[in-house]
């Protein structure tokens, strides 16, 4: 999945929203930044995020967009 720079800055928007762990661990996953101390991920995150996106392979962001996808389904699905 190719994804715009427009998608791409929207996805920055969204992960914006995350708690800083979770968006860590997620960018980690899908190897968009070293696999490191997940504390100081989350750092990189508030000062590089925009540039991690995109900068980083179409295969990873689309694995990352997958999996947002379906937890936050989950997550609707067990709210209602």
Known sequence: MNLS???KMSLVQF???????DAAL???KYAMVAPTDQMQVA?????SL??????????SL???VQELA???VAREIRTT
Not at 15 to 21: A, D, E, G, W, Y
Not at 43 to 47: D, G, K, P, S, Y
Request: hydrophobic share 45%; glycine share 2%; no cysteine.
């Open 15 to 21: 992960i914006r929203k995350m708690p800083s762990q």
């Open 50 to 59: 925009t540039e991690m996106v995109l900068h980083a392979g179409a295969a």
């Open 62 to 64: 689309s694995d990352l």
């Open 5 to 7: 720079s427009r998608s």
């Open 26 to 28: 997620l960018l980690m």
């Open 70 to 72: 379906r937890t936050e």
């Open 43 to 47: 750092l990189e995150i508030e000062a």
